[in-house]
């Protein structure tokens, strides 16, 4: 396996392949490759069953457990990392919606006007075959912002901001619109908390009367939150002389997640001489970069830091540098770490990760200074 994926991922010049090939059975070179360049590669070793429901792939547990709560028409708050998979949770549930009856709609609640425009570019994509389906008079996919509209009434699946939905669910005029709703997703629900805003989000969980997901990276205590909207709905229930409905909660552990993709900043390119912006750069962005040291110290890395294999490559070589007689840098070298592996998995890159995160934890609170050069170098040179 590893032969095949070297001979897809190496570079195209003969004296480079060279290079490697030569070196290929050393474990360093090995291991360090696979870290460097293949960790959206790696296998997952957790066996999961294929869900009849899903051919393209075989689902998380807490993927099937959402869907499970979709089925049932039941509401769910899910708190899970970025880029998890909590988008295509949000398309089963508008599949579902798209497949039981024209005049059923799915109302999606986005933060702000960027992500409504996304949202719904990404709708299209993913549902543009379902167009030709749809009854006269029906669109699939609708926008409404306070500046903005698009069929907003004559779709099935409307892509909107709180405000406006707010609005919406009050009118007077848009009652009969209201009814038709079976389904709202509620993304970014941590901004509930926001000052001016939340208050919003508070009214429009006490409105909707069907059920909804609740979508969130963030939420510090997702349970205490589950508690709230349940009491909500007892509250609810209790008023319209009706059997409350149940919230779930699911949570995707961050420490379960597999992270593989990197990520950038765009900043302005300035003339050092002349400060004058040229244009925009894309940047590498370690994540190490991005913790506030005395925060580290006092309590430790957040709770949602994650790094990718090659991230926590890279931060390793630089805490190398640095610390190069410590026994714990030493016992984390990667041809230590992996001697006994050919293939690295994810579940041991996820354990590599936790123990480099652990020892920058450690060094932080040892010797601060150190650890402040090291996060500064870790954030790689402009890349073109």
């Not at 590893?2 to 050393?26: C, M």
């Not at 008023?239 to 409350?244: E, F, I, L």
Request: a neutral charge; glycine letters at 4%.
């Amino acid at each position: 396996m590893i032969e095949k994926e070297l001979e897809k991922w190496l570079p195209s010049s003969t004296k480079a392949r060279q290079a490697i090939t030569e070196d290929a059975d050393n474990d360093s070179t090995c291991c360090r490759f696979q870290l460097s360049f293949m960790g959206h590669l790696m296998e997952n070793k957790e066996k999961l069953e294929p869900d009849s429901r899903i051919q393209a792939f075989v689902p998380d547990m807490w993927q099937r457990k959402v869907m499970d709560c979709v089925d049932k028409n039941e509401s769910v708050v899910v708190s899970a990392p970025t880029s998890s998979g909590k988008t295509f949770i949000s398309f089963y549930c508008m599949e579902k919606i798209l497949r039981s009856s024209p005049d059923n709609v799915l109302v999606y609640v986005s933060p702000t006007k960027a992500l409504v425009n996304q949202v719904a570019a990404m709708v299209y994509a993913q549902f543009a075959h379902r167009k030709t389906d749809l009854p006269p008079g029906k669109t699939l996919c609708g926008v409404f912002t306070r500046d903005y509209r698009l069929q907003p009434q004559s779709c099935q699946i409307l892509v909107t901001v709180p405000e406006v939905l707010d609005i919406l669910m009050l009118s007077t005029v848009t009652q009969e619109w209201v009814r038709s709703i079976k389904y709202v997703i509620f993304d970014e629900i941590h901004c509930l908390s926001e000052e001016h805003r939340g208050t919003v989000w508070e009214r429009l969980l006490l409105l909707v009367s069907c059920p909804f997901l609740a979508l969130s990276a963030t939420i510090g205590n997702p349970e205490s939150f589950r508690g709230w909207i349940q009491k909500t709905e007892l509250a609810k229930a209790e008023a319209a002389s009706v059997k409350a409905s149940r919230i779930h909660l699911v949570v995707h552990e961050n420490a379960d997640r597999h992270a593989y993709l990197q990520k950038y900043i765009v900043a302005p390119d300035r003339d050092p001489g002349q400060g004058k912006v040229h244009g925009p750069d894309i940047v590498s962005c370690h994540p190490a970069g991005t913790v506030i040291l005395q925060r580290v110290i006092e309590r430790g890395l957040p709770k949602d830091f994650t790094m990718s294999t090659s991230e926590a490559l890279h931060l390793y070589d630089e805490i190398r540098q640095h610390f190069p007689k410590l026994p714990s840098v030493s016992a984390l070298a990667p041809e230590l770490f992996f001697r006994n592996l050919r293939v690295i998995g994810r579940d041991e890159a996820r354990q590599y990760k936790r123990k480099v995160s652990q020892l920058l934890e450690d060094l932080s609170r040892s010797s601060a200074e150190n650890v402040e050069c090291i996060r500064n170098v870790a954030v790689p040179k402009t890349e073109r």
